[in-house]
């Protein structure tokens, strides 16, 4: 129906022009490849932080406070960046000025937290003293920047990934698992190097009279860290290339061949909004499937969450019958477990490298993305269900001895590690999916409603970030109500994923096969 004025805006709609032509695969590899590079330094925090923690004196209930900046920089990081390089008028473009500025904070950040020892010894703390307040406050400010800069430098990777697919649906899902593939590498890389003890020896001195082999170890990885992700960004950014976008009809630039179009804005017909005004106008005016994508992202990370943080743990204490707090052979038998479940992790990377590779493969296997993803769901639910089985059979078959009067447990028998390990693997299949097919659904989606991608994919985050809030935060008192341990935590999970199925097969809306460019409107993240 036309009218006389002018149709009112969403506060997603960004443009309204034929969409971009999609570039090559070797850019969009090149972008992707950004992935394995953030992914490395997540690898290393993972494995190598928490016994940095405690080497600084960090007290254990702060120590939570600390993990949880992530969530809390993403919920709130990823939409302001997404806003912001929707509408960046930049002569680099929208998209590359933040990828560019979030890896030099990521570098900024590291050097910080490697060196917080060395600092904090240079401001005055006593190495004498088992807490050093100094190293503290360095380390909690380069941890929070570090967080910052990663949900900084993801969002906009995620959103030019969609631009450089242009219309092409395979492509954008080609897309985002080629960065699902990285992150894989990225992983597995980070626990391969966070697994090797003598890099410290590559630069001597890394080694300080308050940074021991352990600390300078850690300063080896992360100088490798930002060796890898500067290198991958400048290579993506020297090779791909935005037109500079502008708010005003026509005056977008023209850098050359082989660059992202330009798209022109409606937003200057109206009055500038503040930023949190467009969130809550963004969510507002959101169709029903992307309310369902978010629905099923969100019980799909509830599920998630759990496992993702304590799956070491678990392995340490129900699996190996150790205890962190034990006495040192229990102690031993948990880090043991830690190490067994380290290794867990690096075949779950593995598997979620070639899965992520096959993801186009078998969504047509399938019959679409949605069913792909509802079915994998079922399968994380049974893997976490499973983990119920393994304890149990863990703690029937568990052998004790005594040491000098103490009874302690033997290791759990090879079956029993290997079905823990078995479930590892198999979960590399479902967080294939998860990190590929719901960031696809949202370009596709934010797409046909002309919606700018960093705004849309921020919003996506929030149904990311919001979940592993509330599991870290009520995932402890919860287990406390069954008597503690993780599995209630995990049977949780697995109830999460079975839901999240459900709605994925019944609810999710199937993707249309790609349509003609002129007859779509396009846009130009975890």
């Not at 490849?33 to 992914?39: E, F, K, L």
């Not at 106008?281 to 998630?304: H, Q, S, Y």
């Not at 150790?322 to 479940?341: E, F, M, P, T």
Request: charged content about 10%.
């Amino acid at each position: 129906m036309e009218s006389g004025e002018p149709s009112k805006k969403s506060s997603f709609q960004l443009q309204n022009q034929p969409p971009p032509r999609p570039f090559s695969i070797k850019s969009i590899i090149f972008v992707a490849s950004i992935a394995a590079g953030i992914q490395f330094g997540w690898a290393l925090q993972l494995s190598l932080l928490t016994p940095y923690v405690q080497l600084l004196g960090i007290p254990h209930k702060w120590a939570s406070l600390i993990w949880l900046c992530g969530p809390i920089s993403g919920m709130l990081v990823q939409p302001i960046v997404g806003y912001h390089s929707d509408r960046c008028t930049s002569r680099f473009g929208r998209r590359r000025p933040f990828i560019a500025a979030g890896a030099v904070l990521v570098a900024t950040a590291v050097v910080l937290i490697g060196f917080a020892a060395d600092l904090g010894y240079l401001f005055g703390d006593n190495l004498a003293t088992e807490t050093k307040p100094r190293a503290i406050v360095v380390f909690v400010i380069g941890f929070w920047i570090l967080d910052v800069a990663n949900n900084m430098l993801q969002g906009p990777c995620r959103a030019l990934l969609a631009d450089i697919s242009g219309n092409s649906q395979k492509k954008t899902r080609t897309a985002n698992a080629f960065f699902s593939f990285f992150m894989a590498v990225g992983n597995v890389l980070g626990f391969a190097a966070g697994s090797y003890t003598h890099l410290h020896n590559i630069f001597p001195f890394t080694t300080t009279k308050a940074c021991d082999v352990y600390c300078a170890n850690l300063k080896s990885c992360f100088f490798f860290s930002i060796l890898l992700l500067l290198t991958l960004t400048t290579i993506a950014l020297t090779n791909v290339h935005e037109k500079p976008w502008s708010p005003e009809p026509g005056n977008a630039g023209n850098l050359g061949g082989g660059e992202i179009d330009d798209e022109e804005a409606a937003a200057a017909e109206t009055a500038p909004v503040p930023f949190f005004g467009e969130i809550f106008g963004a969510l507002k005016d959101l169709k029903r499937p992307m309310w369902i994508l978010l629905a099923v992202t969100c019980l799909n990370w509830i599920a998630w969450f759990p496992f993702l943080l304590f799956d070491t743990d678990w392995m340490g204490r129900e699996v190996y019958g150790g205890d962190s707090q034990g006495n040192i052979l229990v102690l031993k038998l948990y880090n043991n477990g830690v190490h067994a479940g380290a290794l867990g992790l690096m075949l779950n990377s593995v598997v979620l490298g070639f899965t992520s590779l096959g993801v186009e493969l078998l969504a047509r296997g399938v019959g679409g993305v949605n069913r792909l993803w509802g079915i994998v769901n079922f399968l994380l639910a049974v893997c976490l269900a499973m983990t119920v089985l393994v304890t149990k059979l863990a703690e029937s078959s568990r052998r004790f001895i005594t040491v000098d009067g103490v009874t302690v447990p033997l290791p759990p028998p090879a079956g029993v590690k290997a079905g823990a390990l078995s479930l590892f693997a198999v979960l590399g299949v479902p967080l294939a999916i998860t990190y590929s097919i719901p960031f696809a659904m949202a370009s596709i989606f934010s797409s046909s409603s002309g919606a700018g991608q960093g705004l849309s994919l921020g919003v996506l985050n929030l149904a990311i970030v919001i979940p592993q809030i509330l599991v870290s935060l009520g995932s402890g008192p919860f287990d406390a109500i069954f008597g503690g341990g993780n599995l209630p935590a995990f049977v949780l999970g697995a109830i999460a994923a079975a839901a999240s199925g459900t709605f994925a097969l019944t609810l999710l809306p199937s993707l249309p096969p790609d349509v003609p460019a002129a007859k779509t409107v396009t846009a130009g993240f975890h």
